[in-house]
C-alpha cells in the first residue's frame, strides 16, 4: 500500500494532465457539431474495420462447417434434378419416388411420369493416389451408408472414377488415373456427339486420351467430352474433360487420338458423389439373359 501511495505522489501531475486532458476532449465533443460529428464517423468506420476482421476470422474457422453443408445442398439438388429420372408410362398409378410433368396451358395436366433412376451420396476423401500405375481414392462412406462396389463417382467438376470395395464405413474407389483395361469411361463430343472412349495413358494426371472418334467429326480445341450415358455407371453428360491436341490414331487411321484435359483436378479432390442406378440391375439381367438366349 505504501508502495502504490509512493507511485501516485511521484506521478500524480502526469495522472493530473491525463483526467484534464480527458474533460477537454469530452467537453469539446458535447458541445461541437462538427468535432462530434468527425468522432462519431471515425469511430464507426474503426469498429466496422474491427468487425469485418473478426468476421474474416470467424469464417475462415467455420469453413468445414460451410464445406460440408454445400455439399449437402448439392446432393440434394442433384437427386432432384430430372436428369435423374426416367420416363416412364404406366398404367397403375404413380411408382415410388416420381416426379410428374405437366401441361402448360391453364387446365395443367398430367402428361407424363418420371420414376428416379440415379440417386446420389455426397462422401468425403481421405486417401488419394494420383503418380501411381493404378491410383485409389478411399471415401468415407461404406455399404452403412448405401455404398456397393461398381457404383460411378463423380467430382463437382466431373467424373472420378468406379468404386471397387466396400467395408461398413469406407470405400475404395478406382480412379480414372489407371491404366487398366476395366477403368474406360464412354464418352462422346459435347458438340457433334460422336462416340468415343477416354482411357488414361499413365503420363500425367492433368490429361486422358479420347479414342475411337471418327475421322468425318469436327473436333477443336476447347470442346467439351462428357459421358455418353450409355454406362450403367454414370448418367449422360457428366463432364470428363475439355479437347487440347487432335491427331489421327496413324497414317493410314479413320480415327482420331485425341489428348482431353481433365474436368477434375484430382490433385485436390475432397469431395465426391457416389451414383446408384437404381435400375442397373434390371437392365443388367436383361441384357444376360438375352446373351444367353443368342448364345
Known sequence: MRN???FFRRYFNFFLFLLLEVICIVLVFQNNNLQRSAYLNSANDISGKMYDKYNN??????????NDS??????????????SFDSVV????????TIRQYSDDTLHRVIGTQIRRYKYFE????????NKPINYLTIHRGSL?????????????GVVGVVRSVSDNYAVVLSMLSKSNSVSISARLGQGKEMGSVHWDGDNA??????????????????TVVTSGFS??????????YVDTVMLSDKAGTSFNIRLRLATNFYNVQYVYVIENLLKDEQQRLEDSTYKLIK
Not at 57 to 66: G, R
Open 123 to 130: 462422401a468425403k476423401v481421405i486417401n488419394n493416389s494420383v
Open 90 to 97: 404406366t398404367g397403375t398409378g404413380l411408382k415410388i419416388d
Open 4 to 6: 502504490l501511495i509512493i
Open 232 to 241: 450403367a455407371l454414370f448418367p449422360e453428360n457428366i463432364p470428363i474433360g
Open 145 to 157: 451408408q448405401g455404398i456397393r462396389p461398381n457404383m460411378g463417382v463423380i467430382s463437382s467438376s
Open 206 to 223: 492433368t490429361y486422358a486420351q479420347l479414342k475411337d472418334i471418327p475421322k468425318s467429326a469436327k473436333v477443336h480445341k476447347g470442346d
Open 57 to 66: 476470422v470467424q469464417y475462415y474457422f467455420h469453413l468445414k462447417a460451410t
Open 70 to 83: 454445400l455439399v449437402a445442398e448439392n446432393t440434394r439438388l442433384h437427386n432432384a434434378i430430372r436428369t
